[in-house]
């Protein structure tokens, strides 16, 4: 019997093993098709943003875009990047700037809208 308690350890050992090593890559998560779009859509939106709105730092500016973005129109600016037919994202990021979410998050939250500043009149 003792030569079984061996064994049964061996095995238990070996199962363990195996599980820690599998579990480690159960760990990782796998990459998320929506970050890729997200990531497609802030390259797309950058020189539309550039144009449109000059006086406001093209991060905050991509930022807040993206933020007040449908998932729709995200989708829509990374396949029309993806594409080659950025002239498309005009209309999808002008949408976007309507939104009156976004020229606030532009203009810097309420300490702009107690300056009563306009970015966009």
Do not use: H, W
């Not at 238990?12 to 890559?25: D, E, I, S, V, Y």
């Not at 859509?41 to 875009?65: F, G, H, I, N, Q």
């Not at 989708?75 to 029309?80: C, H, I, M, V």
């Amino acid at each position: 019997m003792p030569g079984a308690v061996i064994l049964s350890a061996g095995r238990a050992a070996c199962a363990g093993a195996f599980l820690a090593l599998t579990g480690c890559a159960v760990l990782q998560p796998a990459p998320d098709r929506g970050d890729l779009a997200r990531e497609t859509a802030r390259a797309a939106v950058a020189p539309v943003l550039m144009e449109k709105a000059p006086s406001v730092p093209v991060e905050r500016a991509v930022d807040c875009t993206l933020e007040y973005a449908t998932r729709g129109q995200i989708e829509a600016l990374a396949q029309n990047s993806a594409l080659g037919q950025p002239g498309l994202n005009d209309d999808i990021v002008t949408d976007i700037l309507y939104t009156q979410g976004t020229r606030d998050c532009m203009r810097g939250g309420l300490i702009y809208e107690a300056l009563n500043f306009q970015l966009f009149p």
